[in-house]
Every structure is written in C-alpha cells, then in structure tokens.
Nanobody, 123 residues
Framework: QVQLVESGGGLVQAGGSLRLSCAAS????????MGWFRQAPGKEREFVAA????????YYADSVRGRFTISRDNAKNTVYLQMNSLKAEDTAVYYC????????????????WGQGTQVTVSS
C-alpha cells in the first residue's frame, strides 16, 4: 500500500516556475514507478512525466519536454516535478501516481493516486 500527498501548487505568472512534491508513505515506495498527470476543467486526465523506480529513466509528454523535470529521492520517499517556463495552458490539477513495474503513460495502469494540487498560470 502506498499513500501519496502532493504539495507545491499555486498561482504563478506565465514564464515562472514551480516545484511540485509528492510525499509517499509505505516501505515499498522505491519499488514503484512514479508518474505525474494533470487534468484541466472539462478535459481528460493526461500524462505529464514518469520516472522508473531507480530514477534512471524519465519520460515526458511532448508539451512539457524541455520545460519540466521529474526526479525522485527514494531515501526521502519523495518525487518532484520541477516546472519552468510555465504557460497558461499548464493550468490544471496535478496528480502524482504510483505503480509497480515499468513507468507507463496510461493513467489507468497506475494503482495509487494523490489528491492533487492546483497549478494556475496567469497570462
């Protein structure tokens, strides 16, 4: 069992930066791949970034590649999403998620979810 709690969201101007954190409880955190997803009003939840359990491989949506960076610290049971050069279209609720095995793009393959944190980018 893994419980996830996101933090770090807020209001930022376009071009600014935010760092999201996702704190996990449970002794098996280091064996889970982690993902960040987001959902804007009226839209489906979409993949943002993912990282393997070792942290050795990362994956990004085309819309955020080069601007966002996912990382993890297994000693702290935490995964991060550094978001730079934010745009108005990045506005959404951001969720972290965990799954055993490989990092995946499909949110339906993730077993555990946080409650989400709101990111609002003003233009």
């Amino acid at each position: 069992q893994v419980q996830l709690v996101e933090s770090g969201g807020g209001l930022v101007q376009a071009g600014g930066s935010l760092r999201l954190s996702c704190a996990a409880s449970g002794r098996t955190f280091s064996s889970h791949a982690m993902g960040w997803f987001r959902q804007a009003p009226g839209k489906e939840r979409e993949f943002v970034a993912a990282i393997t359990w070792t942290g050795g491989n990362t994956y990004y949506a085309d819309s955020v590649r080069g601007r966002f960076t996912i990382s993890r610290d297994n000693a702290k049971n935490t995964v991060y999403l550094q978001m730079n050069s934010l745009k108005a279209e990045d506005t959404a609720v951001y969720y972290c998620a965990a799954r055993l095995g490989y990092a995946e793009y499909n949110p339906r393959t993730y077993d555990y979810w946080g409650q989400g944190t709101q990111v609002t980018v003003s233009s």
